[in-house]
């Protein structure tokens, strides 16, 4: 796989135990910088896709190379470690811990991590990454008592705020304003800029398309498409 490759999805089977749903994705590969959103109706399989690319979901088949490593391959443990040191995540359920404050939780990379040191530097940088969002007059509030696109917002600056390599987001402009789901969007797309990452957006918004190197429809890898 070329260096340049962030992301490759090769011949991958997926298919849910229950239920039946499926992908089939015969090759899928996303660029160093490149950014990528992901579109399809609900339910068509953009989150199941992002779980195959950050290792949270493992195919039947096939292999999952994400930063040169094949996440497919690694145990829990390795692949649990592979997103520490390789992804910002912002889930579609924002997975905020609920009794912390915001700024802990924009902060709890560097608290579970013990190859993260928090310095006054990343103190720093999470200050500012709630101020470009527009959250900074709640950074002592805990997370359960803040609004859902105040929660979306904290979730952002948790997945910037240990620069990532790779940045996925779930619609995570699904609960905002106009206003701030441009504002999300700019600190998404500066952060991949500054720390030449890439990134995979899922969204709905057809009005933010135009800002995406590439759209990928997963509809393109349902595995029955083509049949009647
Ligand atoms: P989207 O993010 O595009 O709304 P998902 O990837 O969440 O879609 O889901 C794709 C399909 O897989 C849906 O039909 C959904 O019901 C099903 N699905 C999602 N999660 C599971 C699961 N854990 N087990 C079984 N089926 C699932
Ligand atoms: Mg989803």
Redo the contacts with the bound molecule.
């Keep these: 796989m070329p260096v340049e490759t962030m992301v490759q999805l090769s011949e991958i089977e997926f298919r849910?135990?229950?239920?039946?749903?499926a992908l089939r994705i015969p090759l899928l590969e996303v660029a160093r910088g490149e950014s990528v959103a992901v579109i399809?109706?609900?339910?068509?399989?953009?989150?199941?896709?992002?779980?195959l690319i950050a290792g949270i979901s493992l195919p039947a088949s096939g292999t999952v190379t994400t930063n040169g490593t094949a996440v497919n391959l690694l145990d829990d443990a390795a692949r649990r470690e592979f997103r520490i040191q390789n992804l910002g995540l912002v889930f579609?359920e924002f997975e905020l811990l609920e009794y912390l404050s915001v700024l802990d939780n924009v902060l709890l990379p560097y608290r579970i991590h013990p190859r993260l040191t928090l310095d006054s530097g990343v103190r720093a940088r999470a200050l500012a990454l709630a101020e470009c969002v527009g959250v900074s007059s709640k950074l002592d509030r805990k997370a359960r008592k803040l609004s859902q696109g105040e929660k979306q917002r904290a979730a952002v600056c948790r997945a910037l705020i240990a620069e990532p390599r790779l940045l996925l987001a779930?619609?995570p402009t699904g609960n905002l304003d106009p206003d701030n789901k441009q504002r999300v969007l700019d600190i998404l797309f500066e952060q991949a800029s500054d720390s030449h990452s890439t990134l995979i957006v899922?969204t709905h918004d057809r009005d933010l398309l135009d800002r995406f190197e590439r759209v990928i429809d997963?509809k393109e890898f349902h595995a029955d498409r083509g049949k009647s």
């Design positions: 849910y135990p229950v239920g039946g749903f399809g109706p609900s339910g068509s399989g953009k989150t199941t896709l992002l779980q579609q779930d619609e899922v997963v």
